[in-house]
């Protein structure tokens, strides 16, 4: 079974347990019309005051009753619908996180998609449901108090489930029109909202604006029409339910002048069918909201179909870094061709491999690919032999460094980020991590050091900034395997000296270190070029042999950037004291 298959079996289950008191509620509900037709039929006439006190005992122990149950019913329901979302918001998020192709906005939608279908379950639309199926025991008392009451309440009914049926109908493109505009709006905003700064530079407030507002619009519109036909069908019902009760009370009164039933049975009667019609009123004023929850519930399947929870694997040995890509191929959904085409390549434990190329070649992607941020659609990543797919991930994750072509950073602290907000860090490993990658004393300068607030609420590093303390956060805990995605696009250059001096010192330590890069100063530190063009390999081999090919030989040394030496093992690389470094750190975080 999948997830979702388990949250829909949960709710099912509690259903039932709902389904059953509702029968018990039903039954209850008969207890005042009941103790009404006993009290004028035999407690008046005998004048008897014991029979009255009995009658009212039971008639309040019925009605505690009936209290305790509905109470019950919807705390049932609101527990199945917190489980709901339990069970379903970790494979939501994480089957987001296992693919890659997908956007921060689809995972925040299929979060609303499930909390929109915890409120359904934990509301009385639900319960009105679960009553539905109960309406039968109203309509057979009142045929047998007179077959001509129920065929009225029966007639009645019929045409109210007519009406829920056209409601239905009309409201169907709607809602589809509305849900539609509504996420595209939220899209929109979203994106305006990341790159606010880019609107405001570039003056496009007033186009941001008329491009969320159009779609804003729309959804309001389709709003104030779905609002429009549901109070309409919604006034109708009620018209149907408040005239078939007084038809009751005028048919029964008929009744009653012939002679046929009492004068307190009409009254009984008129509650009966205002019971009976309740569950088909409840369902015509909330069709909007059931027929909202069994589209976002159908989202939510479509997103999980194929995700599966992955057992736990086993624990394989500390990786050294061989690489052997063979035959992969990556693509995005919607689109017919392929970034990564077919390409097959080794690496050997503790080189240093350059990935080049045009913009649109695939470097970043076949980076992502080889780090296991995303999964290839044919072909296979083996990392000392083992297939990628076959890594425990967070045992991998250990082994791993990785900054990413825009970096950001989560809500927390400086320390806590380059921690990874790992809970058994040390202050000792944070301030080495920093130190590796040459920006302990930038850090000391910020407002309150390692423990300044950074991310959404907090401070806002520069791009340099941002791109040094991402590379401390890669050096956490020296790990064997380091992949950076152009690290030095926002960087001057002291902070390329400063990124050059890190990568020697972990390519010192035998660490197997990725990189892609626009810029040929980086590659003075590179064993072997990859040179990539339309998603395959044009040239790969020793840096001597492809840079005089691809690079003009002034070009690495256009920027007045130092010689960085190469370390020997077991000794540190020849440049800067951390002191000095961290100095120019604050001009590179520009």
């Known amino acids: 079974m999948t997830e979702l298959d388990h949250a829909t079996s949960s709710v099912r289950r509690a259903f039932i347990g ?37 009658l ?9 009753t009936y209290g305790i149950f509905e109470a019950l019913r919807m705390a049932v329901l609101a527990r199945a619908a917190a489980r709901y979302e339990a069970m379903l918001a970790g494979p939501v998020v994480y089957a987001h996180f296992l693919d890659g192709s997908r956007d921060a906005s689809s995972g925040m939608e299929l979060m609303q998609d499930v909390r929109q279908v915890k409120t359904f379950i934990g509301s009385r639309a639900l319960a009105a449901v ?13 045929f047998m108090v007179d077959i001509a009451l129920g065929i009225l309440i029966t007639c009645g009914m019929v045409v109210m489930v007519v009406v829920a049926i ?16 509504q996420r595209g709006a939220n899209r929109i905003l979203q994106s305006h909202i990341e790159q606010s700064e880019t609107v405001r530079v570039l003056g496009l407030q007033k186009t941001a604006i008329a491009r969320w507002g159009s779609l804003n619009a729309r959804g309001l519109t389709a709003f104030v029409n779905l609002q429009t036909v549901g109070a309409l069908f919604g006034g109708f019902s009620r018209f149907m339910r408040f005239s078939l009760q007084a038809s009751i009370l005028g048919v029964g009164a008929f009744l009653a002048l012939e002679g046929d039933v009492a004068a307190v049975v009409v009254f009984a009667c008129m509650m009966l069918g205002g019971r009976a019609l309740a569950p088909l009123d409840g369902l015509v004023g909330s069709w909007s909201a059931l027929t909202n929850a069994w589209s976002a519930h159908n989202r939510v399947r479509d997103a999980l179909i194929g995700f599966y929870v992955e057992p736990e694997k086993t624990a394989l040995p500390e990786p050294r870094g061989n690489f052997m890509v063979e035959k992969l191929v990556f693509g995005v959904r919607g689109s017919d061709e392929a970034i990564i085409k077919r390409i097959s390549f080794g690496i050997e434990a503790g080189e240093t491999i350059g990935i080049i190329g045009p913009s649109g070649a695939g470097k970043s992607t076949l980076l992502r690919l080889l780090a296991g941020g995303l999964m290839p659609n044919a072909g296979h990543v083996r990392l000392d032999g083992a297939d990628m797919r076959n890594w425990n991930r967070i045992q991998l994750g ?59 609420g907090g401070m806002q590093p520069s791009g340099g900034q941002k791109q040094l303390i991402a590379l401390a956060r890669a050096l956490y805990r020296n790990p064997r395997l380091i992949f950076l995605d152009e690290p030095n696009s926002n960087l001057d250059q002291e902070g390329d000296h400063i990124l050059l001096g890190a990568v020697s010192r972990a390519k010192a330590r035998g660490a197997t270190i990725i990189l892609v890069t626009q810029r040929p100063v980086l590659l003075q530190v590179v064993d072997r070029v990859l040179l990539m063009k339309n998603g395959t390999i044009e040239n790969y081999g020793p ?39 961290a100095a120019g750190a604050g001009g590179s975080a520009s």
Do not use: C, W
Request: charged share 20%.
């Open 18 to 54: 709902v389904f059953i008191m509702s029968g018990i509620t039903s039954v209850l509900m008969l207890a005042l019309p009941f103790y009404m037709m006993q009290v004028f039929q035999r407690v008046l006439p005998s004048r008897s005051e014991e029979t009255l006190i009995a």
């Open 56 to 64: 009212s005992i039971l008639a309040f122990i019925a009605f505690a």
């Open 130 to 142: 679960a009553e539905a199926p109960f309406i039968p025991i109203f309509v057979a008392v009142l």
């Open 166 to 181: 056209l409601q239905q109908r009309a409201m169907k493109r709607g809602i589809e029109v509305q849900n539609d505009a």
């Open 398 to 456: 250990e082994y791993m460094g990785y900054v990413p072509q825009a970096v950001e950073f989560f809500p927390g602290t400086i320390g806590e980020n380059i921690a990874r907000f790992d809970p058994d860090a040390s202050d000792a490993d944070i301030v080495e991590a920093a130190q590796q990658a040459g920006i302990h004393e930038m850090i000391l300068r910020f407002p309150r050091g390692y423990d300044t607030r950074i991310g959404t």
């Open 543 to 581: 840096r001597q042999e492809v840079l005089p090919k691809v690079v003009k030989p002034a070009s690495v040394e256009r920027r007045p950037v130092r010689q960085i030496q190469q370390p020997k093992a077991g000794e540190e690389a020849n440049e800067k004291t951390d002191g000095q470094v």
